[in-house]
């Protein structure tokens, strides 16, 4: 009933940009937190960045002064701006969001998009 859809990754130059793109849609009542986990070959899936309905952010450490989320609510859209990038930030990138429908509040996760970070 909710439905992501990431977009934006793609092959960067070292020190380059990128903006990711997650919209929700579907019969949405409510959405709590959205943000991005990622996951890099051989290692376990770590957090991002998270934002919540507030406004308020939380950053992993090794992204802090780098990367930027935020979120339109009108169009049950975040966003991760990725600035300053580096090779160690090559990964799939996955949307999470936690949202109320019709069938209750259940997290929900998007397809994952490819960030590679290579010169």
């Known amino acids: 009933q909710v439905q992501l859809v990431e977009s934006g990754g793609g092959l960067v130059q070292p020190g380059g940009s990128l903006r990711l793109s997650c919209a929700a849609s579907?019969?949405?009542?409510?959405?709590?937190?959205m943000g991005w986990c990622r996951q890099a070959p051989g290692k376990q899936r770590d957090m991002v960045a998270l934002i919540g309905s507030d406004g308020s952010t939380t950053y992993a450490d090794s992204v802090k002064g780098r990367f930027t989320i935020s979120r339109d609510s009108a169009k049950n859209t975040a966003y991760l701006q990725m600035n300053s990038l580096k090779p160690e930030d090559t990964a799939v990138y996955y949307c999470?969001?936690?949202?109320?429908?019709?069938?209750?509040?259940?997290?929900?996760w998007g397809q994952g998009t490819q960030v590679t970070v290579s010169s």
């Open positions: 999470n969001v936690f949202a109320t429908s019709i069938s209750g509040g259940r997290n929900y």
């Open positions: 579907g019969s949405i009542f409510s959405i709590n937190l």
